[in-house]
């Protein structure tokens, strides 16, 4: 096919005129830009009948082997991180942001004392305002506190905690407070 191309007429012409171009750039008559075109265009060129092909590539002799990368633990959600994520969130997104929640570890947080809850099932939750600058309303409730603990804890108390994300909860007229089990309340009961 590349020999059918280079003696095609059209190549020869498109050949011609290029090289016309690149001799009257550099001064040459008409003249003697013809006799010069016909000369390079009369002498035959070589044109191999087949394309030798490259080297095989060789294959490394030497495996590596992939060392193991720890996976990386999600870091523990922060307080400010959950009640922003929420502000934008439809009740759908947040029943589900819930779900994804539920399960993971908080630690070091810190707020009020807001109020007592006794659950249906009889267990007391302890309600405290972490992000509400008045403390007019409670945003996370706490579980499974033990009751030694539950008898030195007071109302408008500041209180430092860990624990569990149990999800997001309604706990009374107040909705998506963030629920925490297996709480450690510390400075009580480390």
Sequence with gaps: MVKNMLNSNFYKLSLSLSCMLVLFACGESAKEQAERINSVIATPTAIPDSISTPAPIVAPTAISVPTSV??????????????????????EEIDRYSQDLAGRSIENWSGLIFDRYRLPTGEIGMAVSIGDAQKTRPD?????????????????????????????????????IIEIQQTKVHGLNE
């Design 70 to 91: 720890p996976t990386p633990t999600p870091r523990e959600p922060t307080f400010k991180t959950i009640i922003s994520n929420m502000g934008i969130m439809t009740n």
């Design 140 to 176: 996370t409730v706490l579980y499974d506190i033990p009751e030694d603990i539950l008898a030195k804890l007071e109302v408008g108390q500041p209180i430092r905690f860990s624990g569990t994300i149990k999800g997001i909860g309604v706990i009374g007229e107040f909705q998506n």
